[in-house]
């Protein structure tokens, strides 16, 4: 009787480590789409969020981490389509500028709110330097002292998206006014009050820039050619 209850006991074993191979196999994932990722591609997002490629979709659904923290993703949701396709949609945080303090650089979204503290460089996101900053607290507002300058500043690093400028670093001298860096160009834009027209006529030029290197100054702009002056190197 003893034999036979073994017999019946290895057999139930088998079986069910057959099913779980098998079942590990079919659940296997063989394709994952991502949407929305921008800051990392499909192979760091697949590192991040599965711990590595062909995750198993069963196992994700039943055991997985839904909630990790990813740095500049605000959140994700994965999506299975049984038995073997993941589709992840990412959402990521709304970065338009970084300020460089203590040895990190500070990412700000478009309210001004310290979203990211990191050693890493968000491509396409400006530095912004020369401003008083005495501290810079994660998940508060970046404070200047100048309630005016500071809607300034979140109105012009939103507009290089809107004007797809390739800016990266902004610097603001003892006067407040702006000089840009962008590739090998500098840009003397000046005072940032109302110089939405200096940025438009910057990007309208910005093809004609491109592969030279001097000084821009748009400074004195008025809407005329005559008012731009730009000064090769060299």
């Not at 962008?182 to 110089?195: E, H, Q, R, T």
Request: hydrophobic residues 40%.
């Amino acid at each position: 009787m003893q034999a036979r209850v073994k017999i019946i006991v290895l057999v139930f074993l088998c079986v069910m480590a057959a099913a779980a191979v098998s079942g590990y196999f079919v659940f296997k994932v063989d394709e994952v789409t991502f949407t929305g990722n921008i800051h990392y591609d499909d192979e760091q997002m697949e590192t991040y969020i599965f711990g590595g490629h062909a995750p198993n979709a069963l196992l994700y659904e039943l055991f997985g981490d839904k909630d990790k923290e990813i740095p500049f993703i605000q959140r994700y949701d994965v999506d299975v389509e049984w038995p073997n396709k993941l589709s992840v949609t990412v959402y990521e945080k709304a970065i338009i500028g970084y300020v460089s303090y203590m040895g990190c650089n500070m990412y700000f979204d478009r309210d001004g709110t310290v979203v990211e503290s990191s050693k890493e460089y968000y491509e396409g996101v400006p530095e912004i330097s020369g401003l008083p900053f005495s501290s810079i607290v994660l998940d508060t507002k970046l404070d200047i002292g100048n309630d005016m300058l500071y809607r300034q500043i979140l109105e012009i690093t939103q507009s290089f998206r809107k004007y797809e400028l390739s800016i990266q670093k902004v610097y603001f001298d003892k006067d407040f006014e702006a000089t840009l860096y962008m590739g090998d160009i500098i840009v003397k834009l000046g005072n940032i009050d109302d110089c939405s027209d200096r940025l438009y006529a910057l990007k309208q030029m910005s093809d004609k820039l491109e592969g030279m290197k001097g000084t821009l100054y748009l400074s004195d702009y008025d809407g005329s050619e005559s008012s731009v002056i730009f000064k090769k190197d060299g």
